[in-house]
């Protein structure tokens, strides 16, 4: 893998996020990594810096992760990996070793875990986490459609440290 700057990811941030989706990764205090399926995010500037935001939900294990670390990598990939990113939506990691049951091995960006196989990976640390809150949706639908158990996602501001690309 090689570094390269924000500016040069050559793709949609819809495409990777939306259509293609991505894997969030972060370690515990402990070293154990985890690993999750997302499709819901963005790229952009905040704060004058490069930043993506993420999405989590409550009981997704991997959110105790990140809120361990404060740092992550978002992992995305070329090729058909549909299969083991549907997977690792699905599984949880408290059950399993799910990285390792998709043959997927795990690499490090100085101490932020990613996953090999990757074509593109963004490292960075979280500037600022918040659950939303159902007061603040001005689009009151959303709530019913998304969130009917109030399983609010905890959105994640990362500063992008580093984008590596094979």
């Known amino acids: 893998m090689q570094s390269i700057k924000a500016e040069q990811i050559q793709k949609s941030c819809f495409s990777l996020i939306g259509k293609d989706w991505m894997l969030i990764t972060a370690k515990d205090g402990e070293g154990k990594v985890n690993t999750m399926t997302a499709s819901w995010g963005g790229m ?3 704060w004058g810096k490069q930043v993506a935001f993420v999405f989590i939900r409550p009981q997704r294990y991997t959110k105790q992760f990140v809120d361990a670390s404060h740092e992550l990598s978002l992992s995305f990939f070329d090729g058909d990996y549909r299969k083991e990113l549907t997977y690792l939506g699905k599984v949880s990691g408290r059950d399993c070793d799910k990285i390792k049951e998709c043959n997927f091995d795990v690499a ?7 996953i ?51």
């Open 44 to 46: 952009g500037v905040l």
């Open 116 to 166: 090999a196989q990757a074509s593109l990976v963004i490292t960075g640390k979280v500037l600022y986490a918040q659950t939303l809150d159902e007061d603040c949706f001005i689009d009151v639908k959303a709530i019913s459609q998304w969130y009917p158990a109030g399983d609010f996602h905890t959105m994640y501001v990362v500063g992008i440290d580093d984008v590596l690309t094979k």
């Open 108 to 114: 490090y960006d100085g101490q932020v875990p990613y």
